[in-house]
């Protein structure tokens, strides 16, 4: 439960009690019932860290204001917004326990103490328990909501985590292929290239065309060696990094997760470079990651501009902005990988959410 949720909550809580309590013709003295909206709202400023505690003394203090005949509505939707905060806390059981209680106490109240009729009791109870079973409905399924989509999150990370893990070994083992090939050209080329040496050196008196032949052959299979040398470092300098097309499969984990994401992209990506085409990718993940996990959002813009010196990547929601921006893991991590390659990156409240804007110079290798 954020701090953003609690101050709406109480907020709420302060307008909405004494205009529940008017509508419902429970009380006709302001001073009584902003008195009641101003407790019960400072107790919701303290359900961020004791949800259970506040939501019991809630329901204790709008019973109290009932059978003091301080207010006549109103045995559980005052204390809304702390049953909201015992779900959102984890304690859905604790929630339902708490509002039947509250329920129970008043129709006992309303039935032995006021003595009134039964349909009188069942009709004004009765809309009070539609009333909790919709709201703890609501909130449980929102919990579950985000709950669920926390957990696509991480299933996409652990997924993108096994899948560096297996690149990694394949890395490793084409790295393991790769040295024993680099051992035996260097050493067919030195044993080959050194027979005809020496054959040149004994010859090169005597028989002065036999060791020219000799040096010739030297020649042509040190430049063999050469294109075969090249061809294995190229292999190794490249290496096995994210590519742009791996784009489109991520954005479709990320739409599973219940985010609604739109790619635009403007200029050429074919000349980008393998160092660069990983940082843009990373950045991409890293920030739909993030918006999925905290921001609440529901829908994300993923904006990619390429030019001939460097890479644009924006990617905007419009979920919650959190008062102040810190440098966790994946923003530190986002920031680093593209300092690594020159370029800059910021994160902080966009127009409407949150937005992470990265620039990556292309360097001509």
Not at 5 to 26: C, S
Not at 114 to 121: G, H, I, Q
Not at 128 to 147: F, H
Not at 217 to 245: F, I
């Amino acid at each position: 439960m954020t701090k953003n949720f609690t101050y709406v909550a109480a907020a709420l809580t302060l307008v909405g009690v004494p205009a529940g309590i008017a509508l419902t013709d429970g009380n006709t003295y302001p001073v009584m019932t902003t008195s009641l909206a101003v407790t019960l709202a400072g107790l919701v400023l303290t359900t961020r860290r004791w949800p259970v505690a506040s939501l019991i003394m809630t329901l204790l203090i709008v019973a109290a204001w009932r059978s003091s005949y301080l207010i006549e509505s109103g045995w559980v939707w005052p204390a809304t917004a702390a049953l909201v905060a015992v779900v959102f806390s984890g304690r859905p059981r604790t929630a339902v326990v708490a509002g039947v209680l509250a329920l129970f106490y008043g129709m006992t109240w309303d039935w032995v103490v006021e003595m009134n009729s039964t349909d009188y009791v069942f009709s004004y109870l009765g809309g009070e328990t539609l009333w909790l079973a919709a709201v703890l409905a609501g909130a449980t399924a929102y919990r579950n909501s985000l709950r669920w989509r926390a957990e696509v999150a991480n299933r996409i990370t652990q997924t993108e985590q096994q899948r560096e893990i297996e690149a990694g070994r394949r890395r490793a083992e084409e790295r393991v292929e790769i040295a024993r090939d680099l051992h035996d050209v260097v050493s067919h080329t030195l044993a080959v290239v050194g027979v005809h040496l020496n054959v040149a050196l004994d010859s090169f008196d005597a028989e002065p065309e036999e060791a020219k032949a000799s040096l010739k052959l030297a020649q042509e299979v040190r430049s063999k060696a050469m294109t075969d040398l090249r061809a294995l470092v190229g292999v190794l300098r490249e290496g096995e990094l994210p590519a742009l097309e791996s784009l489109d499969q991520l954005l479709t984990q990320v739409r599973e997760a219940g985010l609604e994401v739109s790619l635009n992209e403007f200029g050429d990506p074919v000349e980008v470079p393998a160092p660069v085409a990983s940082a843009v990718y990373r950045v991409v993940q890293e920030s739909l990651t993030n918006t999925v996990r905290h921001a609440g959002a529901t829908r994300a813009t993923v904006t990619l501009r390429y030019s001939p010196d460097r890479v644009l990547v924006d990617v905007q929601d419009n979920g919650n902005t959190p008062a102040e921006v810190t440098d966790g893991h994946g923003i530190a991590g986002m920031r680093e990988r593209v300092a690594a390659l020159g370029g800059a990156l910021t994160a902080g409240p966009g127009r409407i959410g949150f937005t992470v804007r990265a620039s990556i110079p292309i360097v001509a290798e």
